[in-house]
């Protein structure tokens, strides 16, 4: 039997910074990259409607690779539906991807921290509840980009980036108050990372820049048993587009993260 692989979900290329981490701790497992971007980007939807679309498409998705676990590579899709997943389909594990407010309160100085985000996860009761819980005592602010994401899929596939624009969505994470200055900054959408040498060279000073990845790939290796025997020979790992329609730039990245497009 072939062994079961690790399903990594995003809506667009932004997934692609947790695979990367994931290849690293994970270097004998097999990867199904799911890029559903047909309905990029999540940022803009309503509520109802994404858990209803993610929902259904996962039953596709478990059903058609039966992965061991999935990973829900992308903040906006986890904030809204990773309990709705795990209620459809206990015994299937996942793992999603949220703001990482708890580290960023652990390690600030000033108190004054920034989530940037898409305004999905911006939006979010989850997002509200993670501050509250766990940043009670810093001054958060919730920053949503309209932009981001979409400069991160043009910066990916076409390489090239308008730094104004980086400049101007990242802006208002800078916060100053009473000689304190906001000094971290949490990357709370999978296509930023991406972005973040443009961030740090557009940005008034420097901060920490949070990217999650490290953290939610090292969850994944922890939920998993051990791999049985080498990894079976000829078993690529693939990406799926869900719009059907992975164009030559988009062939090649993947090609570049070592992965073939069905
Ligand atoms: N990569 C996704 C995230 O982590 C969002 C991009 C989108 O708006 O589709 O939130």
Redesign the pocket.
């Known amino acids: 039997m072939t062994e079961q692989p690790i399903l990594m979900f ?3 290329v ?2 692609l910074t947790v695979l990367r981490e994931a290849r690293v701790l994970m270097p004998d497992r097999r990867f199904v990259y799911v890029a559903d971007d047909a ?6 939807w309503e509520e109802p409607a994404l858990r209803t679309h993610i929902l259904e498409l996962f039953a596709k998705l478990l059903d058609r690779f039966v992965p061991a676990i999935s990973v829900i ?6 904030t809204l539906v990773i309990d709705a997943l795990r209620e459809r389909f206990p015994g299937h594990p996942f793992v999603g ?1 949220v703001p990482a407010v708890k580290p960023a309160a652990e390690r600030t100085r000033s108190g004054l921290v920034s989530v940037l ?2 305004p ?2 911006v939006k979010r009761q989850y997002t509200r509840d993670l501050i509250s819980k766990w940043a009670q005592k810093c001054h958060v602010r919730l920053v949503g980009s309209d932009r981001l ?1 979409g400069l991160a899929e043009v910066y990916m596939r076409e390489g090239f980036v308008d730094e104004e624009a980086v400049r101007a969505e990242i802006a208002p994470c800078f916060m100053e108050n009473e000689g304190l200055r906001t000094d971290i900054v949490v990357l ?5 990372p991406f972005l973040v040498n443009r961030m740090r060279k557009t940005a008034p000073w420097p901060v920490d820049w949070i990217d999650p990845a490290e953290a939610i790939a090292r969850r994944a290796l922890s939920l998993l048993p051990p791999v049985d025997g080498a990894l079976p020979q000829g078993e690529p790992d693939i990406a799926v587009f869900t719009s059907g329609k992975a164009d030559f730039a988009v062939g090649r990245l993947m090609q570049g993260f070592g992965l073939s497009v069905r």
């Open positions: 995003d809506s667009g932004g997934g309905a990029f980007p999540f940022g803009a590579a992308c903040n906006t899709a986890s991807t985000a898409t999905g996860t994401a709370a959408c999978t296509h930023y």
